[in-house]
Antibody
Framework: QLQLQESGPGLVKPSETLSLTCAVSGVSVGDFSYYWGWVRQAPGKGLEWIGSIYYTGSTYYRPSLQSRLEMSVDISKNYLSLRLTTTTAADSGTYYC??????????????WGRGILVSVSS | QSVLTQPPSVSGAPGQRVTISCSGSSSNIGGGYDVHWYRQVPGEAPKLLIYGDIHRPSGVPDRFSGSKSGSSASLAITGLQAEDEADYYCQSHDSRLSGSNVFGTGTTVIVL
């Protein structure tokens, strides 16, 4: 059964780097059939697409985050990673990793992790 | 601020039909990009409800249907049930600024 599980620190100090991983089970992140992505949700707010990545390392980032964002895949360990530098309180929220239905980042997200709550605060 | 606008809330009595609109522009929905819909119960992860404008994933009841016309899309829920009370989001792609996936502002469905 396909499962995604986010992990990382629940608290990050302002200006520091937020690093999250997403462990994938049930399918290889190296499967050419799928793109993978990250979505976040500020407390009480709507969903916000962060970026998407293919197993080749090809990435598409939210333009407003592009200068601070780095996403990667580790095929050997079967997980995804997200790094967001120079964080502020506006980066607080629940972060989800998710799978695109097919091999294009325009496809819908059909499988989601449970999410991880991150707070950026001193 | 999202480029896809949804009403903050819609409500209906059990058994009724409600629709949720998702209004975009020529750079997203009107540009022919697919629209997807998600349902999110507070405290839980979103769940895919409709993909590619009109298609339901396996396991989604046929009470849920999607449509698209011009620069707008809609999600209809017929035979409203108490369990349908949740937040609903549309999603599409916007071709501006090097391209970006975008979500709608979200709509809370209230079952009276």
């Amino acid at each position: 059964q396909l499962q995604l599980q986010e992990s990382g620190p629940g608290l990050v100090k302002p200006s520091e780097t937020l690093s999250l991983t997403c462990a994938v089970s049930g399918v290889s992140v190296g499967d050419f059939s799928y793109y993978w992505g990250w979505v976040r949700q500020a407390p009480g707010k709507g969903l916000e697409w962060i970026g998407s990545i293919y197993y080749t390392g090809s990435t598409y980032y939210r333009p407003s985050l592009q200068s601070r964002l780095e996403m990667s895949v580790d095929i050997s360990k079967n997980y995804l990673s997200l790094r967001l530098t120079t964080t502020t309180a506006a980066d607080s929220g629940t972060y989800y990793c998710a799978r695109h239905q097919k091999f294009d980042w325009l496809y819908a997200f059909d499988v989601w992790g449970r999410g991880i709550l991150v707070s950026v605060s001193s | 601020q999202s480029v896809l606008t949804q009403p903050p809330s819609v409500s209906g009595a059990p058994g009724q039909r409600v629709t949720i609109s998702c209004s975009g522009s020529s750079s997203n929905i009107g540009g022919g990009y697919d629209v997807h819909w998600y349902r999110q119960v507070p405290g839980e992860a979103p769940k895919l409800l409709i993909y590619g404008d009109i298609h339901r994933p396996s396991g989604v009841p046929d009470r849920f249907s999607g449509s698209k016309s011009g620069s707008s899309a809609s999600l209809a829920i017929t035979g409203l049930q108490a369990e349908d009370e949740a937040d609903y989001y549309c999603q599409s792609h916007d071709s501006r600024l090097s391209g970006s996936n975008v979500f709608g502002t979200g709509t809370t469905v209230i079952v009276l």
